[in-house]
């Protein structure tokens, strides 16, 4: 379905609102939810594309799931030994999270499964998850290392000991889902802290997780027992209206009961080093995750290098962090930001492809990206029209950039924003961004 924004030039970001919710913990709560022992009862869930599909695979694997109702879900445990084959494919859909984890949760099932997902996803690398798992006696087969993924039933699972080779929460999550299908403990070092929401969640349905610096650990054969599970906002689909409302002049935001885990908050700390004005308003805890309310005012913004160590913490959000870049008075410089290659597009050279669109030139490396911003707040983009490579967050980031644009930006391809941020249109026009969906449906 082909889909299109049209955003006109310039205006600020004021207000209050919530976005939707947060895309991993979503996908988490179903799957523990479908594993555990009882009822788990979910609010604020993300009824984008993305959690629906992990909803609907499991739904096919027999579990019954009601909702979501109002962003509430409520999921009928089956226990660890629960599932039920499937006669056809499992579809991911557009979700690498969800392929990924269902890779390592299925690897323990004593039947087989086939995942598959959409044209994006049929392209991202699968081996990653499968070689280890393989390792732990799963038997598991590949189109070439990309999905389909074929998931043979398995005789048993023995624990290992594995060094990521590369800073991956879906990576760490699949190894620790078939490690309660494993004999023994497993063991996941990481090179550097990712996303912990699974192991907070397993805490959540009672399982014993491990975690000392970069090293997770947990037992095979424990039980889940069903929980609650407030889902906080995500900071993710936060961090365009975080970068919109610091580029814009005149902009004050609120955005509502967003999660900030330190291990996503890597933006927050880049934007702040940058100058950005943001304030932790009430910072509290909401279903075993710190969340807060983000009071965004626009700032100067100024050039910076991105510690290294602070890539993984922001690994979704450097679409939007590039716009801030070009805004940004200096130079900006990413490096080992290789991940970003391999997301629902190559985010480096689509994002370069639609700055460039936008009459602003980027230098691009293999693992990053240098950006000499323009400062000031006069306009830093022109009128143009860039493409989303069947990728939401390019194709919001770009929006956003028209707030800094001095004529209309379009973009093209923009389906698959409703796969993590349903209603992004509505919400961005309430706060101020000049924006229209044009589309199968016509205008919106
Ligand atoms: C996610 C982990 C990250 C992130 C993705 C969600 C997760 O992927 O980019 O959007 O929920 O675990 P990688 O593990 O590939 O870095």
């Given at each position: ?65 009601e909702g979501p109702d109002d962003g509430r879900v409520v999921v009928h445990g089956v226990g660890s030994r629960g599932l039920r084959a499937t006669a056809g494919p499992l579809d991911c859909g557009n979700a690498g999270t969800a392929m990924r984890l269902l890779m390592g949760l299925l690897a323990g099932q004593r039947f087989e499964s086939t995942l598959v997902g959409d044209e994006s996803l049929s392209r991202r690398p699968m081996r990653r998850v499968a070689e280890p798992l393989q390792r732990m006696g799963a038997r598991i087969e590949t189109n070439g290392g990309c999905p389909p993924v074929r998931i043979l039933p398995s005789d048993g699972l023995h624990a290992i000991r594995y060094e990521l080779p590369m800073a991956s929460a879906q ?274």
């Amino acid at each position: 379905m082909s889909r299109s924004f049209r955003v006109g030039p310039g205006g600020r970001l004021v207000g209050r609102l919530r976005v939707p919710g947060d895309k991993s913990i979503s996908h988490r709560a179903v799957m523990l939810g479908a594993i555990a022992e009882g009822t788990t009862r979910v609010s604020g869930f993300l009824t984008g594309a993305d959690a629906i599909s992990t909803m609907n695979v499991f739904r096919a694997l027999g579990v019954e799931i009601e909702g979501p109702d109002d962003g509430r879900v409520v999921v009928h445990g089956v226990g660890s030994r629960g599932l039920r084959a499937t006669a056809g494919p499992l579809d991911c859909g557009n979700a690498g999270t969800a392929m990924r984890l269902l890779m390592g949760l299925l690897a323990g099932q004593r039947f087989e499964s086939t995942l598959v997902g959409d044209e994006s996803l049929s392209r991202r690398p699968m081996r990653r998850v499968a070689e280890p798992l393989q390792r732990m006696g799963a038997r598991i087969e590949t189109n070439g290392g990309c999905p389909p993924v074929r998931i043979l039933p398995s005789d048993g699972l023995h624990a290992i000991r594995y060094e990521l080779p590369m800073a991956s929460a879906q990576l760490k999550s699949a190894l620790l889902l078939a490690g309660l299908y494993a004999e023994g403990e497993t063991v996941v070092v990481e090179p550097a802290p990712t996303r912990d929401h699974t192991e907070r969640m397993l805490r959540g349905f009672g399982v014993d997780v491990r975690s000392d610096d970069r090293v997770v650990s947990l037992r095979g054969g424990q039980a889940l027992h069903a929980a609650s599970v407030d889902v906080p906002a995500d900071l993710s689909s936060a961090a365009f209206f975080l970068v919109g409302a610091s580029i814009a002049p005149g902009s004050d935001l609120v955005l509502e009961h967003v999660g900030i885990n330190p291990t996503r908050t890597g933006c927050l700390e880049i934007l702040r080093r940058m100058g950005a004005d943001i304030e932790i308003v009430s910072p509290r805890q909401a279903g075993g995750e710190p969340v807060a309310d983000l009071r965004v005012r626009s700032a100067p913004l100024r050039g910076i290098e991105v510690p290294p160590e602070l890539v993984p913490l922001a690994i979704d959000e450097f679409p939007a962090l590039f716009v801030a870049a070009c805004c940004a008075e200096g130079r900006t410089v990413v490096r080992g930001a290789e991940e970003l290659r391999v997301k629902e597009s190559d985010r480096i050279a689509a994002m370069a492809e639609g700055l460039a669109a936008l009459g602003f030139a980027t230098q691009t490396t293999d693992d990053g990206i240098v950006i000499d911003g323009r400062g000031g707040d006069d306009a830093v983009f022109r009128a143009g029209r860039g493409l989303a490579h069947h990728d939401h967050r390019i194709a919001m980031s770009l929006a956003i950039a028209a707030l800094r644009s001095s004529g209309i930006v379009e973009v093209d391809d923009t389906a698959n924003v409703a796969t993590s941020f349903p209603g992004f249109v509505g919400l961005a026009r309430g706060a101020g961004l000049d924006i229209e969906e044009h589309g199968a449906g016509g205008r919106r």
